[in-house]
């Protein structure tokens, strides 16, 4: 499948800093999906980009993908402690077409 | 109703029972998954099911046998387990067949333990 590589694996934060985490892959994306997972809780779907260069705003959270769809970045403004958890990039499994394959993640924790 | 339910939430099971995890979601999807989540790990991908048929087996060993009775059930069948398969099952459902079009929604998962 299709491998990509997030950083950082861990991020801590104070409130109110920014955070950002990025995704790499070796070859070009078709498309990227976003979920966080909260501690103990399930992943959950925050966005997906398709289109080279697309940006995508969710109040505090912009989402970029790369101009050669080859990364993705998240960035999250004046973080809160709602933010806690991991933040999961996947784009899809190239063998399978049918699965995602998700990047490692980049656990966030903000302390207030 | 969004929502993807995921039964027991909690099983402990020895490693000669014969147990089962139920998934069920009513939003008409048609893309039924199940993934195995070990601690500090992403989701690995087990089993893809689309419009009721077995598409995708990540040569997940037999112990685990999958069943889709219906487009809203999503069943995994365990027998013979190992300690080492201990971890959160999440199933998932998608409007289709296709990931990179569809977002996946995620049950709450069963917290397995093999004892």
């Known amino acids: 499948g299709q491998q990509v590589m997030q950083i950082p694996q861990y991020q801590h934060v104070q409130e109110g800093e920014d955070f950002t985490t990025y995704c790499n892959s070796s070859?070009?994306?078709?498309?990227i999906q976003w979920y966080k997972q909260r501690p103990g809780g399930h992943p959950v779907f925050l966005i997906q980009?398709?289109?080279?260069?697309e940006v995508k705003k969710q109040k505090r959270l912009t989402f970029q993908f790369g101009e050669a769809k080859k990364n993705s970045s998240l960035h999250i403004t004046a973080t809160q402690t709602t933010d806690v958890g991991t933040y999961f990039c996947a784009p899809p499994n190239s063998n399978s077409g049918y699965a995602l394959n998700f990047g490692k993640g980049t656990s966030l924790l903000v302390t207030p | 109703d969004t929502e993807v339910t995921q039964t027991p939430k909690h099983l402990v099971m020895g490693m000669t029972n014969k147990k089962s995890l139920k998934c069920e979601q009513h939003?008409?999807?048609?893309?039924m998954y199940w993934y195995k989540q070990k601690a500090k790990k992403p989701p690995e991908l087990m089993f893809v099911?689309?419009?009721?048929?077995?598409?995708i087996n990540e040569s997940v060993p037999s112990r685990f046998s999958p069943e889709c009775p219906n487009s809203s059930l999503l069943n995994l069948h365990l027998h013979a387990l190992q300690p080492e398969d201990s971890a959160l099952y999440l199933c998932?459902?998608?409007?289709?067949?296709?990931?990179?079009?569809?977002?996946?929604?995620f049950g709450p998962g069963t917290r397995l333990t093999v004892t």
């Open positions: 980009l398709v289109k080279s260069g």
């Open positions: 998932a459902s998608s409007q289709g067949g296709l990931a990179g079009v569809y977002e996946q929604y």
């Open positions: 070859t070009t994306l078709s498309n």
């Open positions: 939003m008409g999807h048609r893309a």
């Open positions: 099911y689309s419009y009721e048929k077995l598409s």
